[in-house]
């Protein structure tokens, strides 16, 4: 089963890479496309860079909702608390985990800009504080690559487990982040489309007027 998200700015957009750019210290994600027969730098969100800002949201909203979340990254920390628990997690059963044996059940495609929203890349100048006084570090100054409000990014999510409670928390995790942050502290809306597979696994269960929800913008 598979559904398309669709991603867009609300504010400025960073999405850390990779790429190394002289002028930039922390650079949009880039890959290499032809178009056109030029080899350009496309920005786009990783799937996996999405995915974890995914089971982030996961992780703060199970325990509202009923779910049961380790909270855990190190395995040997997620392997002690699902021995505690009596077996793996809610969030670990739908993201995964390392040493679990099996793969996740939810894969993310990359989400690529959609057609005519990107218009430019550009960079700013920010400013670190430390942690401690909330005051500006000295000689801290930093440039980070964005896009401009709007801008929009689409991709499949395809999940591979019929369990509506499943389903249900990713769809928690979805309306979520619509709430909070990814990436560099940046805002987004996003909304799905084609979930007709998705709407008739989650017949009769209380999920399905959620799904209904995530079908709009938030942010108009």
């Not at 985990?97 to 990107?118: C, F, H, Q, R």
């Not at 008739?200 to 995530?214: A, N, P, R």
Request: hydrophobic share 35%; with cysteine.
């Amino acid at each position: 089963m598979k559904f398309l998200v669709r991603v867009r700015a609300i504010g400025l957009l960073c999405i850390g890479g990779g790429y190394p750019m002289p002028t930039v210290d922390i650079p949009f994600s880039k890959r290499i496309m032809n178009i056109g027969g030029n080899l350009v730098y496309n920005p786009y969100i990783p799937g996996s860079s999405f995915k974890g800002a995914l089971r982030s949201a996961a992780s703060r909203i199970s325990n509202s909702y009923g779910f049961k979340s380790c909270g855990e990254v190190r395995p040997e920390l997620i392997e002690s608390f699902h021995e505690a628990l009596g077996g793996t997690c809610d969030v670990c059963k739908l993201f995964g985990y390392p040493k679990a044996g099996t793969p996740s059940p939810l894969i993310v495609n990359d989400l690529e800009p959609s057609n005519g929203s990107l218009k430019r890349t550009f960079t700013m100048t920010r400013i670190r504080l430390k942690d401690e006084t909330l005051k500006v570090e000295e000689g801290a100054l930093f440039k980070s690559e964005h896009v401009e409000p709007n801008t929009e990014f689409s991709g499949f999510i395809n999940v591979l487990t019929d369990d509506q409670n499943l389903l249900g928390l990713l769809c928690l995790s979805l309306a979520e982040l619509r709430l909070d942050r990814i990436g560099r502290r940046s805002a987004i809306d996003l909304k799905l489309e084609k979930t007709e597979e998705l709407e008739k696994l989650l017949k009769g269960s209380k999920w399905l007027t959620l799904v209904e929800d995530l079908k709009r913008w938030l942010w108009e």
